[in-house]
């Protein structure tokens, strides 16, 4: 994964449980980010050809996380071992091969109908179903919290 600020990189740092340098606090589960660092993390990295920038699905007023978020709190697949209809299996395979450091994070929010406790996927499809097919039990994710009720 790309960083462009020593901030943005000892984040992730925490957040995915990489050796720390030593004079960063130790691996945080949840950890609040501002917008524009989310956008960082996510801008102009969308993997499939006329996708649209993942940055589009956040706001400046969203509440946001970057956090390990287990794949057993995200909806569960729609169209077989793939996430939903939009994924090309080739494409999610590829992503098995990364390292877990090279890939960024999936964009996730929390749904506000039907709700069942799980995340929807807003971007990311593809490497949640590399997740899966390859066994992991988290996946490293920007969350949309939704709006607390008034």
Known sequence: MLFRS???MELAKQITGE????????????APIDY???VELVSGKTEKPGGIDPATWL?????????????????PNMAGERYDNTVDLDRAKQYIKM???????IILV??????????NVL????????????????ILAIVRKKPAAP
Do not use: F
């Open 6 to 8: 020593r901030q943005q």
């Open 19 to 30: 050796a720390p340098a030593p004079e960063v606090a130790p691996p945080a589960e949840v």
């Open 36 to 38: 524009q660092s989310a």
């Open 59 to 75: 706001k400046q007023s969203d509440s946001l996380e970057l956090r390990k978020v287990p794949l057993s709190e995200i909806t």
């Open 99 to 105: 390292q877990e450091s090279e890939i960024p994070p």
């Open 110 to 119: 929390e749904k506000t109908r039907n709700d069942d406790g799980l995340l």
């Open 123 to 138: 971007d990311g499809g593809h490497r949640v179903t590399a997740a899966r097919l390859r066994g992991d039990n988290s």
